[in-house]
């Protein structure tokens, strides 16, 4: 029943916990009406067209999951195979860490046949108990205290343009310019058309005058290369061969970098299939203060700060 609440729970749908666990819509409704008369409480919220969880039904699916957890991994040490990394491992990820994601994730696989993966990509903060997550790929300098997060690396914003766009409308020599030119902005979460420039204790704030608003590093990226306007690019997300396309700008002034993290939930027993899959993106990655997507050669944004 458990694991039948835990389904429905993470899908938000029972006819999807019962196509995932093969039964039929009839059983998992009877399943979960069992446990709410057993537990006293209402668990899930239902309307003809969705489900929702109740806080009670939040509380009891964190417990579910980890006692489905326990349960794995007793099974997994009765076997002797408490060290191999099996099962399931579900992933999420931004969409700009797909590029990089797709060949390490099955790179990974190969490595470790036992494991099956579903790899999820979203923009939006996911909950990662409420979705089922077991590993979160964020890029971001705030996580929630509630959550480990194991740093894997760091990637540097700056600002790029085409050549065709710097002949046309000329060099920014210094942040406040910028306020002048055009720019394709990122606008999901959250709208990113404000940043602090810094060099030497000096901040300056910019607001940036959007040509184009997009939730996709892909499209950012590719109206910067076609010259529609600047844009300001963290490393993980420059394409290959992007010299051809891009120049980078204000290297004496900097944004700042982002951490990226893979983020689990507080577990007593972290599965194996998680600590294989964190240990082997670090290993991929290198040292977790170093930005492994900087073009060779380019000092990162203020790292040669004049006075």
């Not at 699916?61 to 099974?75: H, K, N, V, Y």
């Not at 797909?98 to 494991?115: D, I, K």
Request: net charge positive.
């Amino acid at each position: 029943m458990m694991q039948v609440f835990a389904r429905v729970a993470q899908r938000s749908s029972f006819a999807a916990a019962a196509r995932e666990l093969r039964m039929s819509r009839a059983s998992v409704t009877k399943h979960v009406a069992a446990t709410e008369e057993r537990l006293g409480v209402r668990l899930l919220d239902r309307t003809t067209r969705s489900v929702s969880i109740t806080e009670a039904g939040r509380v009891y699916l964190e417990r579910c999951l980890e006692c489905l957890q326990a349960f794995d991994d007793s099974e997994a040490a009765i076997g002797g195979l408490a060290a191999e990394p099996r099962g399931l491992l579900r992933v999420a990820a931004p969409f700009d860490f797909n590029r990089h994601l797709s060949a390490l994730m099955t790179q990974f696989m190969n490595a470790h046949p036992s494991v099956r993966v579903e790899l999820r990509h979203s923009n939006r903060t996911l909950d990662m108990v409420d979705e089922g997550i077991d590993v979160y790929l964020r890029i971001t300098n705030t996580i929630d205290a509630s959550l480990i997060a194991r740093p894997l690396a760091v990637t540097h914003v700056g600002v790029w343009g085409a050549p065709s766009y710097l002949r046309k409308h000329g060099r920014p020599r210094k942040p406040s310019d910028l306020a002048h030119h055009h720019f394709a902005v990122f606008e999901e979460p959250p709208l990113l058309d404000e940043w602090t420039f810094e060099r030497n204790g000096r901040r300056t704030k910019v607001r940036l005058k959007p040509k184009l608003l997009t939730n996709s590093g892909d499209t950012l990226v590719a109206a910067a290369s076609a010259g529609v306007g600047l844009a300001l690019i963290p490393s993980l997300g420059l394409p290959p061969n992007h010299e051809k396309h891009l120049e980078p700008l204000l290297l004496d002034w900097s944004v700042g970098e982002r951490g990226v993290y893979a983020v689990y939930p507080h577990h007593r027993f972290v599965p194996a299939k998680v600590r294989a899959f964190v240990d082997y993106v670090r290993g991929v990655l290198g040292q977790p203060n170093h930005d492994p997507w900087w073009p060779v050669g380019i000092p990162t944004p203020g790292s040669g700060r004049r006075r």
